[in-house]
């Protein structure tokens, strides 16, 4: 298994570091003396065929028994060791290796994430991978996609309940205008069966999407442009600001504003967008392609 991890790492273009560093853990962890083969098992079962996250509460018990090893470094080298049984789940299902691995590469994104706000190799968002090693969630170029039932009552020629894609947007370098136009076109094709008359609905609920905070940024940006693509049929606002390590690379303090990086261009005009007392959020925007 730690032959087979090792080359995920380097397929994955993990950092050396951090793939030793997981290379190691699982090995403590998997090492017949520490008594959790049985507790993996049931993990990987629950990850691959379970309905809900109980999975997680079994991670949580096994980490609670292993403090020397931080939770966010188990939990992504428990995710690397189920990767040739999805790996095989791929070929069975006749999708196609390149699909996989620009699947798989969320991990690295994740990783480098982890590595930047906590600062230590692993995942702290293992619960996103529930979707993804059951087949729900696909990579196709820049962006990810899964099915998802249109949420709003009527809106763009859709209703409540009609067949969308919800489109994610992994951290893994900037939303050019020709890599979000070759994802669009790619999964167009991969989701033949997702239309609403002719066109390709594609819903996407993000930070990217709030207006006060898509009005921050830069214009004639990648976001900026990204988020002008969609039509805003809902928001939500966050006073608790839970997105906005994704830009500070850091948790939000509401007591140590002033502490925020500054930077980026970005980076300035947010904070004092929160120093101001106002809050992040959510859009929620449809797009026909």
Same mark, same amino acid.
Do not use: K, M, Q, Y
């Given at each position: 298994m730690i032959d087979s991890m090792n080359l995920f790492c380097e397929r994955l273009q993990f950092p050396q570091s951090a793939g030793?560093?997981?290379?190691?853990?699982?090995?403590?962890?998997s090492d017949p003396a520490a008594g959790e083969r049985e507790a993996f098992q049931t993990c990987a079962d629950e990850l691959f065929n379970g309905k809900g996250n109980?999975?997680?509460?079994?991670l949580a018990g096994i980490a609670a028994r292993r403090p020397d090893i931080p939770r966010e470094t188990l939990d992504m080298a428990f995710l690397l060791s189920c990767l040739p049984e999805l790996q095989e789940r791929y070929r069975r299902a006749s999708l196609p290796a390149d699909v996989f691995w620009e699947t798989m590469a969320d991990l690295r994104c994740k990783l480098t994430e982890c590595r930047r706000v906590r600062?230590?190799?692993?995942?702290? &968002?293992t619960d996103w991978y529930a979707s993804i090693f059951r087949m729900k969630c696909f990579a196709v170029g820049r962006l990810e996609y899964e099915r998802r039932a249109f949420p709003a009552e009527s809106f763009g020629g859709l209703k409540k309940g009609d067949l969308t894609c919800a489109c994610h947007i992994p951290s893994s370098g900037p939303l050019t205008d020709a890599a979000v136009d070759d994802s669009l076109r790619r999964a167009r094709a991969f989701y033949a069966d997702v239309r609403v008359g002719d066109a390709f609905p594609v819903i996407c609920h993000s930070w990217l999407l709030y207006p006060p905070v898509a009005a921050l940024f830069p214009k004639d940006s990648n976001m900026a442009r990204f988020a002008a693509r969609f039509r805003i049929f809902d928001v939500d606002a966050d006073p608790r600001n839970k997105d906005a390590w994704? &830009?500070?690379?850091?948790?939000?303090?509401?007591?140590?504003?002033g502490a925020l990086p500054e930077d980026t261009s970005l980076r300035r005009a947010l904070k004092q967008y929160l120093s101001e007392g106002n809050c992040m959020g959510n859009g929620y925007g449809l797009i026909l392609a």
């Open positions: 030793e560093t997981l290379c190691a853990a699982w090995a403590a962890l109980t999975f997680l509460d079994v600062g230590v190799w692993g995942t702290f &968002v994704r &830009v500070f690379d850091r948790p939000f303090d509401p007591e140590n504003i």
